[in-house]
């Protein structure tokens, strides 16, 4: 009884890593991406629980669908899969650090993009409804997706990967709708993707280290 007891414990708290993991590589990478941008628009439109509870509900289908699509490469063989995922992570890093100077500017140009979509009004279910199609539709694809499904495919287990990287988005939905503004004047967004690049690179070294060690 008492040798099993510290593996039963080891188990939750690599659960936990791998969660916080998920969370710190999708935070930084969402920020300062359209999710965040879409989400303040709906909520300067509409009430605010209900932009929330639309918006994370549409977070919880794409991460569902992402952590599926990383378990089915997960069964392909181990080697090249991690080399993919690690490529996936170091594609990242790359294209973070590219769009880094262009992060206010285009931040800019989401917000008038979304601005001219939504309409003035809705309440209640109404609200919900069209802030879970507008981030449904809008993320397929996304770079957060792809680092989730490549974190699942590396090997990390599929449900502290979802709760991590979900938990990400609904954390930073919930600033985009209660700190939204102030979040764009007082942090630097070029500064957000250099930390949320050099989270990819990281996991980019690391994966290939696992492979070849």
Same mark, same amino acid.
């Given at each position: 009884?008492?040798? +099993? ?32 941008? %879409? ?28 952590? $599926? ?23 990242? %890093? ?70 991590? +990287? ?6 930073? +939905? $919930? ?39």
């Amino acid at each position: 009884m008492l040798g +099993s007891r510290p593996g039963r414990e080891r188990i939750p708290m690599e659960y936990l890593v791998v969660a916080l993991t998920a969370f710190a590589m999708v935070l930084p990478v969402e920020l300062p991406d359209k999710t965040f941008v %879409a989400t303040l628009v709906l909520g300067t439109r509409y009430p605010a629980l209900p932009v929330w509870l639309g918006v994370i509900a549409a977070f919880a289908v794409q991460c569902g669908v992402a952590v $599926g699509a990383g378990h089915l490469l997960s069964r392909l063989p181990q080697q090249p899969v991690a080399l993919v995922a690690a490529a996936l992570f170091a594609t990242g %890093a790359v294209v973070l650090l590219r769009g880094a100077r262009r992060a206010d500017a285009e931040e800019k140009k989401h917000e008038q993009e979304y601005a001219q979509r939504l309409t003035n009004g809705a309440r209640g279910w109404r609200a919900a409804t069209t802030s879970f199609l507008v981030l449904f539709t809008a993320e397929w694809g996304d770079l957060s997706q792809l680092l989730t499904a490549g974190l699942v495919a590396s090997g990390k287990p599929a449900l502290p990967v979802f709760v991590g +990287s979900w938990v990400a988005l609904v954390t930073v +939905s $919930g600033a985009a709708v209660l700190l939204g503004r102030w979040l764009l004047r007082h942090v630097r967004l070029a500064v957000v993707r250099y930390v949320a690049a050099a989270v990819c690179a990281l996991l980019a070294v690391v994966t290939v280290i696992g492979v070849v060690a």
